[in-house]
């Protein structure tokens, strides 16, 4: 599992490292044009989801489990910044973890 950490406070979710590359990828490029994403992290949690807002500001490092840099599928990428668009937000995949 990778880990996605952001903010001023280090918050952290752990996403699964093939996911995570791709969807850093598109993270990254959404950022770039000065969009906003808004993510959900465990909508479906009966105390309430964790709702995550990343600016262009925002810091955020992306961290990988394992050695290999991982392929990437160009239409998986294209798929996720597709979604990360949209103004309802993105859901985190449910096998992630805030910590």
Known sequence: MGT???????????IEDVTLAH???AIV??????????????PDRL???DRVQLLPSTPM???FD???????DPR?????AVR??????????EHSTPR
Do not use: N, Q
């Open 4 to 14: 996605l950490t952001y903010g001023l406070e280090d918050r952290r979710v752990e």
């Open 23 to 25: 969807l850093m990828v």
């Open 29 to 42: 490029a959404t950022l770039t044009s000065d969009d906003s994403v808004l993510l959900w992290v465990h």
């Open 47 to 49: 105390d309430g989801a």
């Open 61 to 63: 490092r992306f961290s």
């Open 66 to 72: 394992g050695p290999e840099p991982h392929s990437l």
């Open 76 to 80: 998986t990428v294209a798929k996720l």
């Open 84 to 93: 990360l668009a949209d103004p309802a937000g993105f859901t985190i995949p």
